[in-house]
């Protein structure tokens, strides 16, 4: 056991923190969340000319990482600046499918993903699946030259400017089944696909798409038809570690601003810190904190074990993460009184983030009961 | 980062394993696996057997005896002798007072006191509370004064842990009542059988002689019994309560309880389904576990930091409070698990020998006790309150 980063990922780790600090003020982010792409295409050049876009993908894909850590020490440090730009949609999402599924052709996308002058986004969620992964309505129909997709998909992260979409789909199989879903590489644009983008409350973008009648080719199709769960159950795994590990950089952001607002501002002629009715919440803060970053190791840690041990990991650390989020964020809030109402104030916009998170692949009620059946899967 | 063990760990825990499937006696890890007390002879025995191994002081330098153990290490074989059953180390002697004397003791005292410890010619107490002084442990108002070469020490300590074992106490007494009241403290090392000293127990909520209050009245102490110098006791105090961290979050315990409750889960029923599948009590089961797995790589990680030893006072806390918030809520979803059978309470029944059938499930005796007598985790060792302030202090400067 060992619990320091490699050479390699404290680089990265460095690179990743000095970058965000001098290129990502809250008020750039601001700007760069409010355009019309809602991310900076030229911001999304450099974070992929410094090899962050390919430290998500394994050297067999043409990057230089992929594995849980390296996920995990990039998220942290995206998280403390608040970073808006598509890497969970794009590289992790879409990528991951691609790379497990694709044959050599739709896999030589990948290097544009990695070069980042392509964009791709996994339209998978649908409007009345909530959290649940294996729930496909879309459905696709075998014709002569290829496939015809029919249905709706929700609250899809980054769609609105991806080139390339991944979008899945039932062939066969009841609505909830795992056998049965498959996975299409299209390009955005195709005939049929509708895709009305809309701004989050956290700075985020994600749209709705209607697919009517979209008529794709069989070389579109990703992997064996019907076979794609298992792809996109881990790439939905690599994304929440993903999500876990930016909250850990947001929880810590929350806790310094926090604490250094207790030691400057003054009521009763003292720094509100020195209340000892504030300073137990904030030591309870600080040590909640300390278990959610031992989930999310543990979960990058697992994420290659066998499947149950691996979700499992998953489960705990997003459920731990969203549970201590939430404490984080509401306490930051509460102990800063009025001044965190506030848009003008920094600390909002990360708690906002913090809080939406546990809202993206499974929220902590989700993850108790998905845990749960994992567990009694396992027993049995 | 590395989740896994290496070759070399694995190599060690089954070295541990090996170890304590030859040496730990069936009769000792049956008492402890099925929740019955324990004796001193217990207690004795298999701090024995550990030194003869020596494996007993695992957190002592390799000079004085220690193993030489890294904090993965000292999990591995915390992990393992939960799981097999091996009783507790009584911690006095070993982990509380030890670290103090090799770091402040004489040269005279370490040779001395070391061995005896290690060989169980002394089991030493602590004198540390007082009826008046809980929480606020400086406020201490058992006296020593200075007469001659002695220290004549009047005044009464409580929560005495073990004390009617004891041949030996760890003391703070006041020295000084000038300045702050950290500042007129100082640490007496007092044989128990000193003339003067009375030992009498208090009997805790479930029953059970544990813990005892001490008396001294007119109690003649040498003063080459006093550790470093006199008034500079406080420091000494607060390096005993940081130091032994290894087993303060009772990772390994923790496991072994939580691994019982789950078979207690399986056994109980509701309309013929195991009480494992109510949903309800799943998602408590759940939360611990969570919870748990997390608190098991916390623990790894903050003691083997490079900044855990300019940290020691505020993770300790951060373990301390963790630790036992997770334990109490073992204890209580055990002690829920039962149902009305929490409730039946025949004592003897937690006594070796005892061969009446039991009432209810066999598993059931231990149960509500453990719950209520671990109420005390929250409260002692500086009560969670107090780590809450320490960490405010110590690492955020509030």
């Not at chain 1, 066969?172 to 701004?199: M, Q, T």
């Not at chain 2, 890890?29 to 207690?43: A, E, F, H, I, N």
């Not at chain 2, 809980?134 to 200075?146: F, N, P």
């Not at chain 2, 409750?261 to 195991?274: E, F, G, S, V």
Request: glycine share 8%; net charge negative.
């Amino acid at each position: 056991m060992d619990f320091t980063l490699t050479e390699d990922r404290a680089m990265l780790k460095d690179m990743v923190a000095r970058f965000v600090a001098d290129n990502y003020p809250l008020e750039k982010r601001h700007e760069i969340a409010d355009s019309a792409d809602g991310f900076s295409r030229e911001m999304w050049s450099q974070f992929a000319e410094l090899g962050l876009i390919g430290a998500l993908f394994s050297e067999e894909d043409g990057g230089f990482g992929g594995a849980g850590f390296d996920i995990s020490v990039l998220f942290e440090e995206l998280g403390r600046g608040l970073v808006v730009e598509p890497f969970v949609a794009s590289a992790v999402l879409a990528g991951s499918v691609i790379s497990r599924l694709g044959d050599d052709e739709q896999k030589s996308t990948l290097a544009d993903i990695i070069a980042g002058g392509r964009l791709a986004a996994l339209a998978h969620g649908e409007p009345d699946s909530r959290y649940d992964v294996c729930a496909v309505k879309t459905t696709c129909s075998r014709s002569a030259d290829g496939w015809t997709l029919n249905g709706n998909k929700a609250v899809v992260l980054n769609a609105d400017t991806a080139d390339l979409l991944v979008v899945t789909a039932r062939s066969s199989g009841g609505e909830w089944d795992e056998d049965g879903v498959c996975a299409f590489l299209l390009p955005a644009d195709a005939d049929g696909v509708e895709i009305r983008g809309y701004p989050t409350i956290d700075g985020l973008r994600a749209s709705e798409i209607s697919l009517n009648d979209v008529k794709v080719p069989d070389s579109a199709v990703l992997g064996a038809e019907g076979k794609a769960y298992p792809a996109i159950e881990m790439a939905v795994a690599r994304a929440n570690v993903a999500l876990c590990a930016e909250s850990i950089g947001l929880m810590e952001i929350c806790r310094d601003i926090t604490l250094d607002y207790l030691k400057t501002r003054k009521q009763f002629g003292v720094p509100i810190g020195k209340f000892q009715a504030l300073q137990h919440r904030m030591a309870t803060v600080l040590t909640e904190i300390e278990q959610a970053r031992s989930a999310v190791i543990n979960a990058a840690g697992r994420l290659e074990l066998d499947r149950i041990e691996r979700e499992k990991a998953v489960s705990t650390a997003k459920t731990l993460c969203g549970q201590v989020g939430r404490l984080v964020a509401e306490e930051a809030i509460q102990m800063h009184g009025g001044i965190a109402m506030t848009w003008e104030y920094s600390l909002p916009h990360f708690a906002k983030r913090l809080i939406m998170i546990d809202h993206q692949f499974g929220d902590v009620d989700y993850h108790m009961a998905r845990y749960i059946e994992l567990s009694t899967a396992q027993a049995a | 980062m590395d989740l896994n063990y290496s070759d070399e760990e694995l190599a060690f825990r089954d070295e541990v394993r090996e170890f304590l499937d030859k040496e730990l006696p069936k009769s000792l890890s049956d008492k402890v696996l099925t929740g019955k007390r324990l004796t001193r002879d217990d207690m004795q025995g298999w701090h024995d057997i550990l030194n003869s191994r020596g494996w007993l002081a695992d957190g002592w330098p390799v000079e004085y005896g220690g193993t030489g153990w890294n904090a993965v290490q000292k999990q591995i074989f915390e992990d393992e002798s939960c799981a097999a059953g091996a009783p507790r180390i009584i911690p006095f002697g070993l982990k509380m007072l030890a670290p103090v004397l090799i770091k402040y003791g004489s040269d005279e005292q370490k040779d001395y006191y070391l061995p005896r410890i290690l060989d169980g010619s002394d089991w030493w107490c602590q004198g540390y509370s007082e009826p008046g002084a809980g929480s606020d442990l400086a406020s201490l108002k058992t006296r020593a004064v200075r007469d001659g070469d002695h220290y004549v020490v009047n005044g009464q300590k409580t929560w005495t842990t073990l004390g009617q074992y004891a041949n030996k106490i760890f003391c703070l007494v006041r020295t000084s009542t000038e300045g702050k009241p950290q500042e007129g403290i100082s640490f007496l090392l007092i044989d128990m059988d000193t003339p003067g000293i009375t030992v009498r127990p208090i009997i805790l909520l479930e029953g059970t002689h544990e813990v005892n209050e001490v008396f001294f009245d007119d109690v003649r102490v040498p003063v080459e019994n006093r550790i470093g110098e006199e008034n500079k006791g406080w420091t000494y105090a607060k390096y005993l309560l940081t130091h032994e961290r290894t087993n303060i979050a009772n990772v390994g315990a923790n496991k072994v309880a939580l691994a019982h409750l789950r078979h207690i889960a399986k056994l109980q029923t509701i309309r013929d389904k195991p009480l494992i599948e109510d949903p309800y009590f799943a998602q408590r089961l759940a939360q611990i576990e969570m919870d748990l797995d997390a608190m098991s790589t916390t623990n790894l990680r903050l003691l083997s930091s490079p900044d855990s030893v300019a940290n020691a006072g505020p993770m300790s806390s951060m373990l301390k409070i963790k630790g036992t918030e997770i334990r109490q809520a073992i204890n209580d979803l055990t002690r829920r698990a039962l149902g009305p059978y929490a409730m039946p309470f025949v004592s003897e029944a937690l006594d070796a020998g005892y061969n009446q059938e039991p009432i209810g499930p066999d598993y059931a005796a231990p149960v509500a006790a453990e719950y209520f007598n671990n109420r005390k985790i929250t409260i002692y060792g500086g009560s969670n309150e107090i780590q809450r302030g320490i960490i405010s202090k110590m690492m955020m400067g509030l």
